[in-house]
């Protein structure tokens, strides 16, 4: 202590040395060749086929021991404590054959058919191999004698669609084998204290499903290019629609006395539809001017279709449920005074939230007027007066690039954003909330200051002494220190605290000389380039200062965030660097 004496409780942790060796050895290959010939000039054909393995291993093996005889000697002959081993050991290999025809009539009439033959690790013999077929079409209208009527006003047109199926595997290994866990630990439960203990027992393994198999993705797509101008606008619009089937999902329940956990099974489906529309401007002027720009939007929704929830419980995935929904209460205000807060207290029953209620405190509306607050029996059918208040999902993605270049100068830049995003923060985002329970982890800005105060200050507590200290119209709820009574007031999703997460970002811009031809010809070069690039230079965003609304959210708090399907639990993260950069590109 300061007085340089040994605490009687006080804990001595020994030196120690540690020493790990980790392997890793990474296999891949890949082997195709293809083929090209036409019939007449005009049925143009190419064949492709090969094969692609790849085969991991990862060990490592580690040695812990305390008390060295001298730490200038780190070694562990050299240690005279108790040795402790520990090692891993991991593998992975997939094997695939793929396939592919490609068909070109005049340019008119495009096909093409792919299959693939994939085998994972993962599964079991016998459900380890999955075959993956695609097809895709085109057509050139603006190769057709028809179009040149057509040409002067709408310059190329091409209609396409496509299938096709692709598999995933990512599902974690060994889950088809009844694997027998060892430990290493001391039976004390079974003998006599002082007795002689074996080291070392075996477990019962658990249950296994041996039929696990592949997951498939089928995509089918529809799109149209389109050109006028002189080709100097051009348009693509694309519709999407994927259905993942054979997810892996809960299995039906069995009988308590079953003892164990049940194994899941290849048994949901989730539908994605989207759709993606893009703009492009390109003109080049006499002059030696040229310049491009291009819009692109795009947005997807995605539903779960078939998923084993018989109860239609909200914790986890239903059969309707939108991916990204946030269930959260209604709140239109605090309670402002003591008298409110009676008279609301009176006629509408809080305790399932929480059981102590003071000014300040988050006003939830008894929505479905049964005459308390509540989730119901927290499933589809009675989810009492939660209501799903908005999604966390991006939507309604877009980007804007452009560009400018005269003899040799260029800038481009590139802008994106999202539309539509909401998020809700739980109590663990110290950025967002300011005060949290613990004082350590508050983080303060002026905006955080706003909040409910209905008592005079003083020298030692308030923002200001006496009645100017007095905030009732607040934004941010009241304080606490209590981890409990600042649950009430964060830890539910609701309304008044939801987020518009959306954004826009300048994610790029990049100027840049290219050197003419006469300069890098006598320095026997092909090409010579310098440019300077700056990212993420500017956001715009309604977040609070501090938040990324890239990816706002840290590590999770592990709470109840995973209630409500939102992405706000946890701490904040530092947001995007802006980096700035200049660069030299040479080519021979």
């Known amino acids: 202590d300061v007085n340089n004496q040994p605490y009687e409780n006080g804990i001595s942790i020994p030196n120690n040395l540690t020493r790990r060796k980790y392997i890793k050895k990474y296999w891949t290959t890949n082997i195709y060749s293809s083929y090209d010939f036409n019939i007449n000039e005009d049925h143009n054909f190419t064949l492709l086929a090969g094969m692609q393995f790849e085969r991991g291993d990862e060990s490592w093996v580690q040695g812990y021991k305390t008390d060295l005889i001298s730490e200038k000697v780190p070694s562990f002959p050299t240690a005279t404590g108790d040795a402790l081993l520990s090692e891993a050991l991991a593998h992975n290999a997939t094997e695939s054959y793929f396939a592919r025809l490609n068909y070109n009539y005049k340019e008119k009439y495009l096909f093409e058919a792919n ?140 009988p308590g006395v079953l003892g164990a956990s049940v194994p899941k099974e290849n048994n949901s489906t989730l539908r994605t539809r989207g759709w993606e529309i893009s703009l492009t401007w390109k003109h080049a002027l006499d002059n030696g001017w040229a310049y491009n720009i291009g819009v692109s939007l795009y947005d997807y929704k995605s539903v779960v279709t078939k998923y084993f929830n018989p109860t239609g419980t909200l914790s986890t995935w239903y059969e309707g449920a939108e991916v990204g929904d946030i269930w959260g209460y209604t709140v239109n205000d605090l309670f402002r005074t003591k008298e409110e807060l009676d008279s609301y207290l009176s006629k509408v029953d809080l305790t399932h939230i929480a059981a102590n209620w003071n000014t300040g405190d988050l006003k939830y509306e008894d929505t479905n007027n049964d005459g308390k607050v509540n989730n119901g029996t927290n499933t589809i059918d009675d989810h009492g007066d939660l209501s799903v208040i908005g999604n966390d999902q991006p939507h309604y993605q877009y980007t804007i690039n452009g560009g400018i270049s005269y003899k040799g100068f260029d800038f481009s830049m590139l802008w994106r954003g999202v539309g539509k995003k909401d998020m809700y923060f739980y109590r663990m985002s110290n ?147 802006r980096v700035y950069s200049i660069g030299l590109t040479v080519t021979y």
């Open 115 to 254: 299959v693939r033959y994939d085998g994972s690790y993962v599964f079991r013999n016998g459900k380890r191999w999955g075959t993956f077929p695609s097809f895709s079409v085109g057509w050139n209208l603006y190769n057709e004698a028809f179009w040149k009527n057509i040409e002067p006003y709408v310059n190329t047109m091409k209609i396409r669609a496509s299938w096709g199926q692709l598999g995933n595997q990512n599902i974690s290994p060994y889950g088809d084998l009844e694997l027998i866990p060892i430990s290493a630990d001391k039976l004390n439960w079974i003998f006599n204290y002082g007795s002689t203990k074996p080291v070392g027992y075996t477990s019962g393994p658990s249950l296994v499903n041996r039929n696990l198999t592949w997951e498939t993705a089928t995509t089918t797509n529809v799109g149209v290019d389109l050109s006028f101008l002189n080709n100097r606008l051009s348009a693509t619009a694309d519709w999407f629609e994927r259905r993942t089937t054979d997810m892996v999902g809960p299995s039906q329940a069995m």
């Open 431 to 577: 950025i967002f909330w300011g005060f949290t329970n613990g004082w350590w982890e508050s983080c303060l800005t002026p905006g955080h200051l706003d909040y409910f105060r209905d008592q005079p200050g003083t020298k030692y507590s308030g923002l200001y002494e006496g009645d100017a200290n007095i905030n009732t119209d607040s934004y941010w709820p009241r304080p606490y220190l209590n981890s409990t009574e600042e649950a009430k007031n964060k830890n539910n999703a609701n309304t008044r605290y939801l987020q518009n997460a959306a954004y826009l970002r300048l994610q790029n811009v990049q100027l840049g000389y290219n050197f003419p031809r006469s300069i890098t010809s006598k320095m026997h070069l092909e090409k010579l380039r310098i440019y300077f690039s700056g990212e993420n230079l500017l956001t715009f965003s309604k977040l609070p200062n501090g938040i990324d609304p890239v990816a706002p959210v840290g590590f999770p708090e592990g709470g109840n965030g995973g209630y409500f399907g939102t992405a706000g639990t946890g701490r904040l993260t530092y947001g995007a660097d």
